[in-house]
């Protein structure tokens, strides 16, 4: 089991920078690959960002690459989305999630996954 715990999300304008942490607990994370996706109303869950454990592979979404870098750290546990140059079109529920398998989060899919924290972009 692996317990995700995401904050930092609130109204910023557009072209503000924010960082999103989740903070990780359970046996199995230091393991796993991480990743964020994210939720607008109305919308589909979208990919934002995915790491291998190690840190080696990083992915972006096309809509955030070049503004949003993953990290990770291992003591704590801790998961990072650095947002940069926000746009409106980047408001959602933001997730942070891990998953055995890198792939699988490239894909969309994870094992486990946070609560959310609401990120607003103002114009």
């Known amino acids: 089991q692996v317990q995700l715990v995401e904050s930092g999300g609130r109204l910023v304008q557009a072209g503000a920078s924010l960082r999103l942490t989740c903070a990780a607990s359970?046996?199995?994370?230091?393991?796993?690959?991480a990743g964020w996706f994210r939720q607008a109303p109305g919308k589909e869950r979208e990919f934002v960002a995915a790491m291998t454990w190690t840190g080696g592979s990083t992915d972006y979404a096309d809509s955030v690459k070049g503004r949003f870098t993953i990290a990770r750290d291992i003591r704590p546990d801790m998961i990072y989305l650095q947002m940069n140059r926000l746009k409106p079109e980047d408001t959602a529920v933001y997730y942070c999630a891990v998953d055995h398998d890198y792939s699988e989060l490239q894909r969309g899919n994870y094992d486990y996954r946070g609560q959310g924290t609401q990120v607003t972009v103002s114009s």
């Open positions: 359970g046996r199995t994370f230091r393991s796993s690959a």
